[in-house]
């Protein structure tokens, strides 16, 4: 009588079942974890992207009412001025005012009622065969009694600019507008108010098409919680967003009316706001006005794509474990003691002892290809990891000297900057490499005059710092004597002429600037012309380009130059590792760009200003420096 054998006792089949069926459940296991791991990403960063989408938003309308505000403080600044503005000038100018900005409805002078009568200028759009217009009326015309309005009333009180709530006005008096109001004077004396207006509805100009925030779907809160905007027409002059939580008895409203009127931002999940599914809230404060920007998304019109990003993950982790099966079936056949022997190895190899060796146990096959292949691998990492040892230990000790010329050159630069009233001063200097061709100075020479100096050696590397340590000694040792900038610059030429066999040569911008009386002596040496940026934001190149660099030529004497730096201006000095900053794939910062950075940071102290330069440019490289960069920053104070 035979005995049934019994199932499952080949090897393949022990071998497949112990790896597939814990694979199994360890695979689903992570797919299971991984799904929520990105879910709860998925939604931490929709949550953040809501939020920044909100701040966008929000900063393009404080822009629009930062703008209509300038616009009316622009209008009371001119009629703050003594001499008396005929009918016909005032008109002209507010019509320039209207027609300059899109979003503007109309713009609007009022006197006192208590001075002499004149007329109360009113400019505002109309629409006559689907064209817009811009329409000219005395506004007492429409409002004689106007200084019973809020708007009036509130600018005359405060003596200064404000934006009201929204109210019915415009020509027709059904006009929802939002008013800036501001008071003018003469001689001290309140003399009467100017204003512009933004219809609400003109609002939505703001939103463009496509994206997430639709026309119709945004609203705007005041600071007492009043909605200056609602998507629904019947909503807004009537409802707050505390009471229109209280009528929906939605208690989440609340917080978030709160929130909001505390000039927060943020993004909110609800339930049933929109219909059965959940809506995202996002909003965010518009600083110029103290109000706030909301909207409201679905939720599944922002998750849609992160829906199919995890399907697909998920299919293909379904997909990848169909194929790991698979091969399991193939292979399981084939795998014998060799592997075993292999196996055993590895951690060995991993534990560093590369002298293992694994035996052949049958003929010629993959098997053996494969123990050969092992061997000949750790014989090879044996090698490889006496000489990455050497190699670490050279590389290292070359790092360390650098780092330490690296040292040795910061420490002939001042760090300290003077502090006066008359000036603010900031200098910096970051090198490409460890050691830089660059360098800055500034020292006095007397109680008045600050020498400083920025200069550019060709190349990069030892041999640009070296040269880079001998310009800045002599430098110093020649201007200390008082002697001028164009006496100081031809020595310093005569001087790299006689030493320099290299064939190297140095761009250099030299001024002696009397802190006082706020002029500066200076002789340019073929180095970048600096920017001057006046305290209104006007950005100009000053001075000129005196000279060749030093190095090149002595067939001429250094010009030197003169000019004068009004007070709160900055002069900006910086060598051409920033306007040439270039990106990894190659692309240039260029000079149109760098420009445009630096006009955009009027008003800041010069600390500030170098630190947001160094910051742009940087990342704007992604960190890896295409050459040295060099910022001295001169700020006249009083």
């Known amino acids: 009588m035979t005995s049934k054998k019994p199932k499952f006792r080949s090897i393949r089949w022990k071998l497949f079942l112990a790896v597939a069926i814990p694979l199994f459940i360890v695979y689903f296991l992570i797919l299971g974890m991984a799904f929520f791991d990105l879910r709860r990403t998925a939604f931490d960063g929709m949550n953040r992207y809501m939020e920044e989408l909100a701040t966008l938003y929000a900063e393009k309308f404080d822009a629009c009412f930062s703008e209509a505000a300038r616009t009316a403080e622009q209008t009371a600044a001119f009629l703050n001025e003594k001499e008396d503005r005929s009918q016909e000038m005032l008109f002209r100018f507010l019509h320039n005012n209207v027609s300059g900005n899109p979003v503007l409805y109309g713009s609007l002078i009022v006197y006192d009622p208590e001075k002499a009568k004149k007329v109360c200028p009113y400019v505002y759009r109309g629409n006559a065969g689907g064209h817009d217009l811009l329409n000219e009326i005395d506004f007492t015309q429409v409002k004689a009694n106007y200084q019973d309005q809020d708007w009036y009333q509130q600018a005359k009180r405060s003596g200064k600019g404000h934006w009201t709530e929204p109210y019915l006005g415009g020509r027709d008096g059904k006009t929802i507008l939002l008013t800036y109001a501001t008071p003018f004077f003469d001689q001290g004396q309140s003399h009467g108010v100017a204003t512009v207006d933004i219809r609400v509805e003109d609002l939505q100009k703001l939103v463009g098409k496509g994206g997430f925030v639709h026309k119709n779907s945004f609203a705007i809160i005041s600071q007492e919680g009043r909605f200056i905007r609602h998507p629904d027409p019947k909503v807004r002059l009537r409802e707050t967003l505390i009471s229109a939580a209280k009528k929906f008895h939605r208690s989440e409203f609340l917080s978030l009316g709160q929130k909001m009127m505390a000039g927060e931002k943020g993004a909110l999940s609800v339930k049933g706001f929109q219909g059965p599914g959940k809506t995202i809230l996002f909003y965010a404060p518009i600083p110029s006005t103290g109000w706030s920007f909301a909207s409201a998304v679905s939720e599944n019109e922002v998750m849609s794509p992160v829906w199919k990003k995890l399907i697909k993950f998920g299919l293909s982790m379904v997909m990848g474990f169909i194929l790991i099966v698979f091969m399991l079936l193939r292979l399981s056949s084939k795998i014998t003691q060799p592997v075993m022997d292999l196996v055993a190895a590895v951690p060995k190899i991993g534990q560093g002892d590369f002298d293992v060796i694994v035996k052949e146990r049958f003929g010629r096959d993959e098997m053996s290809e494969l123990t050969e292949s092992f061997n000949k691998m750790a014989h090879d990492l044996q090698t490889h990891t006496r000489e990455l040892l050497r190699e670490t230990g050279v590389r290292q000790r ?241």
């Open 398 to 638: 070359m790092e360390g000297e650098l780092q330490l010329a690296r040292n040795i050159q910061m420490s002939l630069l001042p760090k300290i900057f003077p502090v006066g009233k008359e000036f603010d001063l900031f200098a910096e200097n970051r090198p490409a490499y460890y050691v830089a061709g660059d360098f800055y100075d500034f020292f006095f020479v007397g109680k008045e005059t600050l020498v400083f100096s920025i200069a550019d050696v060709s190349g990069k590397g030892i041999s640009a710092a070296m040269f880079m340590v001998m310009v800045h000694t002599l430098l110093r040792k020649l201007a200390v004597l008082r002697n001028p900038p164009s006496e100081v610059m031809d020595e310093i030429n005569r001087f790299l002429l006689e030493k320099n066999e290299g064939g190297m040569f140095v761009t250099m911008f030299l001024g002696y600037y009397n802190i006082q009386k706020g002029t500066l002596q200076y002789v340019n040496a073929g180095h970048p012309r600096p920017y001057c940026l006046g305290k209104e934001g006007r950005l100009r190149n000053f001075g000129v380009v005196t000279g060749t660099p030093l190095g090149i030529s002595d067939a001429f004497h250094y010009e030197e130059k003169k000019e004068m730096l009004e007070v709160k201006e900055t002069l900006v000095l910086f060598t051409d590792g920033f306007p040439e900053a270039r990106t990894p794939d190659g692309e240039f910062f260029n000079e149109r760009r760098f420009q445009a950075f630096v006009q955009e940071q009027s008003g800041l102290s010069a600390e500030r200003l170098g630190g947001i330069l160094f910051q742009k440019v940087t990342n704007f490289q992604r960190e890896k420096l295409a050459d040295d960069l060099t910022l001295l920053v001169l700020k006249r104070l009083g």
